[in-house]
């Protein structure tokens, strides 16, 4: 519970009024968040954890509710997100943890906008090209949601750039594209034991998953990173994307939220051509050095 001075500064801030279902409710709206953030030099992600541990909903969040209970809420703004990717996958997805409240998340993307991401990329825009994807996107989340604290890396990772963005992390999302680096972010997860949320589009074709720490990953599907990539062939269209990217986030709000994953050892594949939706298991793959 917050301190006897915080506590009586919220309920003062708040005020009552009911939820969009009817139900009696206590909100505390987003000047006021601002206010108690700057009078008790706390950041404002932790003035909205206090007032939910008191039972004050930040009206942000009215519509969240009850999808998540006001605890569950709170422990999404102490929870870190580690997204790699800010392009079409990782625009969509920054769109989502920040909308959710997710109170940290640690980015990187060492690419620039061009005008060929316009057909799918959120954060893209014309007057943006040629601009850092990652300078967008801390613009993009400072203006949604000024409670999470978003730190984006211009840079593209190696391993031990991976290690270091996932440090401290509850969960890892995978918005990178092609396989080249995604063997790397896979090992760098499971190094950290913490869950990967990956995903991927090609055409109207995509997949989403859950890795746990050793366990199969989809890239282990598809052989080695040499070649075109599937995208490339098939094309990314932006419902694709956008359902992959909400897909993803789902699944990393669910776990960040403190529940079980969804997809586990499975993967969901996803063709929009024909509104089809599988979902198979992943068989561990043979370990190192054995034959398969």
């Known amino acids: 519970m917050p301190d006897t001075a915080l506590l009586a500064a919220l309920r003062t801030a708040s005020c009552e009024r009911p939820y969009p279902d009817g139900r009696a409710g206590r909100f505390l709206d987003a000047a006021a968040v601002a206010g108690l953030a700057r009078d008790f030099a706390l950041a404002p992600r932790r003035v909205e954890i206090a007032a939910l541990d008191s039972g004050i909903c930040p009206l942000r969040y009215a519509r969240n509710l009850t999808a998540f209970s006001m605890a569950e809420q709170a422990r999404l703004l102490a929870s870190k997100a580690a997204l790699v990717g800010l392009g079409g996958l990782g625009g969509g997805l920054l769109e989502n943890l920040v909308r959710a409240g997710v109170g940290v998340i640690h980015a990187a993307d060492g690419d620039v ?84 949320v990956t ?42 994307v956008m359902a992959v990217a909400a897909l993803q986030a789902s699944e990393a709000i669910r776990l960040l939220a403190g529940r079980k994953p969804a997809l586990a050892g499975k993967a969901l594949i996803i063709d929009l051509e024909t509104m089809r939706f599988d979902t198979i298991v992943l068989e561990p793959g043979p370990s190192p050095g054995k034959a398969g």
């Open 113 to 196: 906008f061009e005008e060929s991401n316009l057909n799918r990329q959120l954060l893209s825009r014309l007057d943006a090209l040629g601009r850092p994807k990652a300078a967008l996107a801390a613009e993009r989340a400072a203006a949604v949601n000024p409670s999470v604290e978003f730190v984006a890396q211009a840079a593209f990772l190696d391993r031990a750039g991976m290690d270091a963005l996932l440090d401290g992390a509850q969960v890892a999302v995978d918005a990178l594209g092609g396989l080249a680096d995604r063997p790397a972010l896979v090992a760098a997860a499971a190094g950290l034991g913490i869950a990967l």
């Open 199 to 240: 995903g991927a589009v090609a055409g109207y074709t995509a997949i989403v998953a859950t890795v746990l720490p050793g366990g199969p990953s989809p890239a282990d599907l598809f052989g080695g990173s040499g070649g075109t990539a599937a995208e490339d062939v098939l094309g990314c269209p932006s419902p694709a």
